[in-house]
């Protein structure tokens, strides 16, 4: 095995065994907490959001900082596109989402700075190399890295919506993220 810098890693083996999403925290659940480090500088706690804001979590997998999913780099570029439809007004007399977006990956610290500065993104960027949190998530895994998912959590720290990885359906799509967050507003 290599350093963690590279594609083989103890990450990519013990996350190399396929397995389907599992112990999946279920909608109307409270949020499993978590505490990780910011590219940037600092911990984020999910529980720190409780009573303020909602949480788009989106769990996402990069293998290096070279070599992303070929399913979730669009999703990731989509999230930076659509950020501030996420995560405050976006239009005059548009609905106030007001919520933050969280991206988990399972990269290291290197790799999670360089990823954040090659692709500019506007979003807090958490660290899990060690799938601890994916695992609590119930994201499952197969060749080398946990698999991608979606949760929106209310403000009340329940988890309101989820989404796991298929090959039919890889990621949420954000319009379908923002209509749930829509639903949150309405509620």
Do not use: W
């Not at 990519?12 to 396929?18: D, G, K, L, R």
């Not at 239009?91 to 990269?107: Q, V, Y």
């Amino acid at each position: 095995m290599t350093g963690n810098t590279e594609l083989f890693n103890r990450r990519f083996a013990s996350n190399f065994v396929p397995l389907p999403p599992f112990q999946v925290p279920a909608v109307g659940t409270p949020a499993p907490d978590f505490s990780l480090p910011r590219v940037g500088g600092g911990e984020v706690r999910l529980s720190d959001y409780r009573g303020k804001q909602p949480v788009v979590l989106a769990f996402t997998r990069i293998f290096t900082e070279k070599l992303f999913c070929p399913f979730c780099y669009p999703h990731i570029q989509d999230l930076k596109e659509r950020y501030g439809e996420i995560s405050e007004r976006f239009a005059p007399f548009a609905r106030d989402r007001g919520a933050e977006l969280l991206m988990i990956s399972s990269t290291d610290t290197v790799q999670s700075q360089q990823v954040v500065e090659r692709l500019d993104l506007p979003y807090p960027f958490l660290y899990d190399p060690d799938c601890t949190t994916f695992r609590r998530y119930g994201a499952g895994q197969a060749l080398g890295a946990p698999l991608p998912a979606q949760f929106i959590i209310n403000r009340e720290g329940r988890i309101t919506f989820r989404h796991l990885f298929s090959f039919i359906d890889s990621n949420a799509e954000t319009d379908t993220i923002l209509a749930e967050l829509d639903k949150l507003a309405d509620g």
